[in-house]
Nanobody, 125 residues
Framework: VRLVESGGKLVQTGGSLRLSCEAFGDTFDDYAIGWFRQAPGKEREGVACLSSSDLSTEYSDSVKGRFTISSDDAWKKVFLQMNSLKPEDTGTYFC???????????????????WGKGTLVTVSS
């Protein structure tokens, strides 16, 4: 499955942004989908993930209460709604997917099999 992210742009502190990740060649049904981000000079961090099998979600402490992961009804697209953005949210955001059952945590990049190329989010102070 090929993943394509979109929606990244420059936004002011306190603003909101919604990122999209679209699947090509398959749908997200029977996958767990994660959003990851990487700031310059820092390691990639898992921020949100969603299981298509039980609709459970998981968030990193750094975004809990501010970000929401969701999908469309067809499991063709997965979204990351980001509110109350902070400068430390700046980075390239990637979506990734792994077949259900093939992971321990979809916030850990080592478990993810498929990756998009990323979309850049910049939060100005």
């Amino acid at each position: 499955v090929r993943l394509v992210e979109s929606g990244g742009k420059l936004v002011q502190t306190g603003g909101s942004l919604r990122l999209s990740c679209e699947a090509f060649g398959d749908t997200f049904d029977d996958y767990a989908i994660g959003w990851f981000r990487q700031a310059p000079g820092k390691e990639r961090e898992g921020v949100a993930c969603l299981s298509s099998s039980d609709l459970s979600t998981e968030y990193s402490d750094s975004v809990k209460g501010r970000f929401t992961i969701s999908s469309d009804d067809a499991w063709k697209k997965v979204f990351l709604q980001m509110n109350s953005l902070k400068p430390e949210d700046t980075g390239t955001y990637f979506c990734a997917a792994v077949p259900e059952g093939d992971y321990n945590s979809c916030l850990e990049s080592d478990y993810m099999d498929y990756w998009g190329k990323g979309t850049l989010v910049t939060v100005s102070s």
